[in-house]
T-cell receptor, first 117, second 115 residues
Framework: DGGITQSPKYLFRKEGQNVTLSCEQNLNHDAMYWYRQDPGQGLRLIYYSQIVNDFQKGDIAEGYSVSREKKESFPLTVTSAQKNPTAFYLC????????????????FGPGTRLLVL | AQSVAQPEDQVNVAEGNPLTVKCTYSVSGNPYLFWYVQYPNRGLQFLLKYITGDNLVKGSYGFEAEFNKSQTSFHLKKPSALVSDSALYFCAVRDPISGNTPLVFGKGTRLSVIA
């Protein structure tokens, strides 16, 4: 987990509320990722960003939004449009070798568990 | 399209016995393969990776994995299991032909080591 912090550890959302999960890294990595983990379903990619001010949708982006204003920060907002947000959310980062093929390992934060009240 | 399969949801092994966690993959070219471990309510920890070279890769905590191109497999192994190895294990793949795409993960295999 070292070098990547996620906060809060637990987050409670009320119906119709937007909530933001924080992810910060001090590894000087270019690329950052958000995954959602549900029991028995493994990790599913929500959004990823290869560089500041740029990001791409993953497999399950609907109901989520992100921003990448700083290299070290990649916050995820779970909007009210996400009808089933209860899950464990994992942030990761990796070195991006620019135009080269990314062989580098993804490193993960400790996760945030989101629960609906 | 790239994909990875972990055919076993659960693997049980006695402490001191060898363990194997299976992973098979599907990619267009030569794969980059990774193994991660997750303890309860924690993030994923990197164990080892295969990029190129020797088919037997050694990683953290005594784990190793063997890349088998003909069987499109990358099974995780350890000669002698410990109770502390009990955790959720994920295999992941990246296909270099697909360009700069994130890792694709399997659904995970829960390893239970019984004392």
């Amino acid at each position: 987990d070292g070098g990547i912090t996620q906060s809060p550890k637990y987050l409670f959302r009320k119906e119709g509320q937007n909530v933001t999960l924080s992810c910060e890294q001090n590894l000087n990595h270019d690329a950052m990722y958000w995954y959602r983990q549900d029991p028995g379903q493994g990790l599913r990619l929500i959004y990823y960003s290869q560089i500041v001010n740029d990001f791409q949708k993953g497999d399950i982006a609907e109901g989520y939004s992100v921003s990448r204003e700083k290299k070290e920060s990649f916050p995820l907002t779970v909007t009210s449009a996400q009808k089933n947000p209860t899950a464990f959310y994992l942030c990761a980062s990796s070195i991006d070798l620019g135009s080269g093929i990314r062989k580098e390992t993804q490193y993960f934060g400790p996760g945030t568990r989101l629960l609906v009240l | 399209a790239q994909s990875v399969a972990q055919p076993e949801d659960q693997v049980n092994v006695a402490e001191g016995n060898p363990l194997t966690v299976k992973c098979t993959y599907s990619v267009s070219g030569n794969p980059y393969l990774f193994w991660y471990v997750q303890y309860p309510n924690r993030g994923l920890q990197f164990l080892l990776k295969y990029i190129t070279g020797d088919n037997l890769v050694k990683g953290s905590y005594g784990f190793e994995a063997e890349f088998n191109k003909s069987q499109t497999s990358f099974h995780l192994k350890k000669p002698s299991a410990l109770v502390s190895d009990s955790a959720l294990y994920f295999c992941a793949v990246r296909d270099p032909i697909s360009g700069n795409t994130p890792l694709v993960f399997g659904k995970g295999t829960r390893l239970s080591v019984i004392a």
